[in-house]
């Protein structure tokens, strides 16, 4: 007799049951099924056990699409922290923040979760693309109450206080003195701020932010990441920002990018003219 095949739903059972035994094994096979498991993850998305709500999360995260966003939103919502800040941080890399700014149901749920505490760079990121006079109260409250704890923006990201993210999205949402106070915390931003800051160079829409965080190309400060150790001189702070201002600008080089090795002065001041000509002052 034919074995019977066994249905998208049972692989998701059956993974997260031995997930439960402690084998997770089967779990980080499960975004191989693609959208078409999305639906069977929804029940582990709110269960009790918040180490399977983390499993989900994280399934969501590599499936993405648009059957994943509905959960991802919902679990923006979840009584634990790490989870809100997992959903988030999904949305965030795995999404295009204006294509986000159309679902009427994830403003408030990014308010929500940043009223709720412990507010995630994130969440406070996304909520710079939902103009709405609540939204900003949220974000001048996370400056005033969270402003001095610190967040980032992935697991292996740089390290910042929350005020730097909030003061982001509260300069694209055309708050001056927020963008006042960003402008002063560029002008002495430490290392870990300006990687942040390279990082996030999509969410700065203000031509005079740009403006200011262009400095960075003249960055000699090494980073991590690049070489690898003993291979050839570390990466520096101007070299990242080449990448992050020509992806961000959209600007046309005549050479090409790559995450592990310098820029000559000639590229970086190349970059530099396309700056000045691509953005006002």
Do not use: C, W
Not at 189 to 202: H, I, N, Q
């Amino acid at each position: 007799m034919a074995k019977q095949a066994v249905t998208v739903e049972q692989q998701v059972e059956q993974a997260f049951q031995a997930a439960r035994k402690g084998d997770f094994s089967h779990i980080g096979a499960l975004p191989k099924l693609g959208p078409s498991a999305v639906p069977s993850l929804a029940p582990y998305l709110r269960d009790a056990d918040v180490g399977m709500r983390r499993e989900a999360v994280a399934v969501l995260a590599v499936i993405g699409g648009a059957k994943s966003l509905p959960l991802l939103v919902e679990a923006l919502g979840d009584r634990e922290a790490e989870i809100r800040e997992r959903a988030a941080q999904a949305l965030y890399s795995r999404y295009e923040p204006t294509a986000l700014a159309r679902d009427k149901t994830l403003g408030p749920a990014l308010r929500s979760s940043v009223r709720a505490g412990s507010p995630t760079a994130a969440s406070l990121l996304l909520l710079g693309y939902f103009p709405d006079p609540e939204n900003e109260r949220a974000l001048r409250a996370v400056v005033e109450q969270f402003g001095d704890e610190p967040t980032q923006l992935s697991d292996s990201g740089p390290l910042v206080t929350v005020a730097l993210p909030a003061r982001i999205a509260l300069s694209q949402l055309g708050d001056r003195i927020a963008r006042d106070a960003l402008l002063r915390a560029i002008d002495g931003a430490s290392l870990a701020e300006a990687e942040f800051l390279l990082a996030v160079l999509r969410d700065v829409d203000s031509p005079t932010v740009l403006h200011a965080i262009k400095k960075t190309l003249d960055d000699e400060r090494e980073i991590a990441g690049g070489l690898p150790s003993g291979a050839g001189p570390r990466r520096r702070l101007r070299d990242a920002a080449v990448e992050a201002f020509v992806r961000r600008l959209n600007l046309k080089v005549d050479f090409k990018l790559h995450d592990s090795r310098r820029h000559s002065d000639e590229q970086i001041a190349r970059v530099r003219r396309l700056i000045d000509g691509s953005i006002p002052r």
